[in-house]
């Protein structure tokens, strides 16, 4: 219970004990300080309550480190060194349910995205190592992302889980128009497989090139961006540039690479 006073009542605790209260049967008084102990003690001047129960948050700031890796070492040490009387009990949210909500969509969509892709690159094909030589951009933009990531210090988030889905389309688009030029080549010339794949790769080059250095450079600024809100669009933008370059370097020469030596074992 909480009681209130003018400030004159309140200005000690012996102004406090001679406050006057009425008796039961309302003929007297009697001072406060012979109906209870008063002292002073310091105490929470707001009681939060969630459900009928009184509630006391604990919040965190967490710098240079990521969200999730902190909660779990937290909760661990939690449970290693705190003993909670009955009654009590601890919940963990905030930000971190956020991010268990967006992780476990992720562990859905992404598999299944990547599903549907190959589903449709082999309508397009009609081909299994062609799809897959496709989808093996997506690991290409996958590897500059987290290698800039690294570089800049910046950990692992859902905004950055975002980033890589949004470079699987260029990854998968950019890997398409490779293989569609190679055996384009290699159908309607007949050139030799060494012959097709080069020129497949040299004349792709340079709409790819356009193409990636153009979204790398309008996403420049967000990654390198410091106000507020930078926070959501610098690991976004980061993992954005650092896989399109990726994506353009391995595509030019892992995946010719690849295409031929799938190509010799195929015919073997």
């Not at 956020?98 to 094909?125: D, H």
């Not at 897959?132 to 992302?145: D, E, H, I, K, W």
């Not at 792709?204 to 410091?226: C, K, N, S, T, Y």
């Amino acid at each position: 219970m909480v009681a209130r006073f003018t400030p004159e009542a309140r200005s000690d605790p012996l102004a406090i004990g001679n406050l006057l209260i009425p008796t039961k049967d309302g003929n007297g008084f009697v001072p406060l300080s012979q109906l209870a102990d008063i002292r002073m003690q310091d105490g929470a001047t707001i009681i939060g309550r969630r459900e009928n129960e009184r509630e006391i948050t604990v919040r965190t700031n967490i710098r240079n480190r990521d969200q999730g890796g902190f909660v779990v070492e937290a909760q661990r040490r939690f449970a290693e060194t705190i003993h909670l009387p009955p009654g009590y009990r601890v919940i963990w949210g905030g930000y971190f349910e956020n991010l268990e909500r967006a992780q476990r969509r992720l562990s859905f969509v992404l598999p299944v995205t990547i599903g549907i892709i190959f589903v449709l690159l082999f309508a397009t094909f009609g081909s299994v190592l062609d799809a897959g030589l496709v989808l093996m951009n997506v690991p290409f933009s996958m590897a500059g992302g987290l290698i800039l990531l690294y570089v800049r210090g910046i950990n692992l988030s859902v905004s950055a889980a975002v980033g890589f889905i949004s470079l699987f389309g260029v990854a998968v688009m950019s890997g398409l128009l490779y293989i569609a030029e190679i055996n384009g080549r290699r159908r309607l010339s007949g050139a030799a497989l060494v012959d097709a794949v080069v020129q497949g790769a040299r004349a792709q080059f340079r709409p790819r090139l356009i193409l990636i250095v153009v979204a790398a450079l309008g996403m420049l600024p967000a990654a390198l961006a410091r106000g507020i809100g930078s926070d959501i669009q610098r690991p976004l933008a980061t993992v954005v540039v650092g896989g399109l370059l990726s994506t353009l370097l391995l595509t030019l020469l892992a995946l010719p690479a690849l295409y031929t030596l799938t190509e010799r074992l195929r015919r073997s």
